[in-house]
Nanobody, 121 residues
């Protein structure tokens, strides 16, 4: 029911920053928890960061704590992932996803097409 389009990926040197954006369609954006996932070649997909409907609850995987910040602007139907101090290990395809669950950790039903983030040494 909601369509998601990511942008902001690219090539950056280690230590640099990128800001990913995820624009959502429809009139129900504020009903969804939102998450950012990533998947690197040969690795399992992981939930990187998540934010609740009203932005009051946040989740970060340990490897990005202190470096990444998830935020949302419900008036703009957009969720962001600010990525600072990037490391080569952050290289992956990043996907935005939406969940109608009460949990930040599961039932992500809608997915964007993904945006590539490449961090060079």
């Amino acid at each position: 029911q909601v369509q998601l389009v990511e942008s902001g990926g690219g090539l950056v040197q280690a230590g640099g920053s990128l800001r990913l954006s995820c624009a959502a369609s429809g009139r129900t954006f504020s009903r969804y928890n939102m998450g950012w996932f990533r998947q690197a070649p040969g690795k399992e997909r992981e939930l990187v960061a998540a934010i609740s409907r009203n932005g009051r609850s946040l989740y970060y995987v340990d490897s990005v704590k202190g470096r990444f910040t998830i935020s949302r602007d419900n008036a703009k139907n957009t969720v962001y992932l600010q990525m600072n101090s990037l490391k080569p290990e952050d290289t992956a395809v990043y996907h935005c996803a939406a969940s109608s669950s009460a949990s930040l950790y599961r039932e992500y039903d809608y997915w964007g097409q993904g945006t590539q983030v490449t961090v060079s040494s």
